[in-house]
């Protein structure tokens, strides 16, 4: 058999869809998905590994946008082989909430574009340890967390760890501006792992009015091995742990000196 065939309005009207669990698991899809496939659906409440393992050419933008009751994301994307995904594909899902310790929604995911926009407005999203666990990501877009106002799990290790440090390539090159914006405490420990990314978005943090380490986990903000000069532009001169800067302690890989302007 082909791949899978799927028609752009196969889940229109679906007002009493609640869950696509495994729904494209390990599957092998010849056609897009197209915009807003669940756009709006205000009764759905499990993705979980609805695409995991699945292989497709792109996935449009707005997949997942507005279903306010969405709360399980656990591994939707994992170990999936896509070439782009849109923009805002879980924005203003604001049900989406922990309920273990991570969700690696992309974790080990092949993917050249991620659009802008991922995980905007989720303002119930406390911890986004995991999320990008191991990716094998090119490019992703801009405002990742914006918004994301109640992150303050205080051991955040691995939101954009890069698959260079397991068993892939490494590949993260690109990421987008205002990633963390008015995140309102932010978590430091293990922030970007990565070896190809050699600059920071200058706007990642702003509106981040404190920032801090869990000094017990012992993971420090970036492992950058690679990172050159940049401009990074903070909104709050509360960047001290234990009277330490967060951005310049020892063994952090990462920024060598901040010097304040």
């Known amino acids: 058999t082909g791949p899978l065939s799927v028609p752009g309005n196969l889940y229109k009207g679906m007002s009493k869809l609640t869950s696509i669990s495994h729904l494209y698991d390990h599957s092998v899809l010849g056609s897009d998905i197209p915009d807003g496939w669940f756009e709006g659906n205000t009764v759905l409440t499990d993705v979980s590994y609805c695409f995991s393992n699945a292989t497709l050419d792109k996935c449009g933008d707005n997949t997942f946008k507005d279903c306010t009751a969405l709360s399980n994301i656990h591994e939707a994307f994992s170990s999936a082989s896509i070439n782009s995904i849109g923009n805002a594909t879980f924005k203003n899902c604001t049900a989406i909430s922990p309920t273990s310790s991570h969700f690696a929604t992309f974790s080990y995911i ?72 008015n995140i309102q405490v932010m978590p430091m420990n293990g922030i970007i792992t990565s070896d190809r990314l050699t600059t920071l978005p200058p706007h990642m943090f702003k509106g981040v009015h404190k920032f801090y380490i869990n000094q017990a986990n012992g993971v420090p903000p970036f492992r950058m091995p690679n990172l050159g000069a940049c401009d990074l532009y903070l909104d709050t001169d509360d960047y001290h742990d234990y009277g330490n800067n967060i951005f310049e302690s020892d063994g952090y890989y990462g920024i060598p000196r901040m010097t304040d302007t």
Do not use: P
């Not at 993917?111 to 094998?136: M, P, V």
């Not at 490019?139 to 892939?168: H, K, L, P, Q, W």
């Open 110 to 181: 092949k993917c050249n574009s991620l659009g802008n926009e991922t995980f905007a407005n989720c303002t119930q999203l406390t911890s986004a340890r995991d999320i990008f666990f191991y990716i094998n990501i090119k490019r992703i877009g801009e405002r990742t967390f914006a918004n994301c106002v109640n992150i303050n799990d205080n051991y955040t290790m691995g939101i954009f760890y890069d698959s260079s440090f397991y068993e892939y390539e490494a590949n993260l090159e690109s990421l987008g501006d205002y990633t963390f914006e």
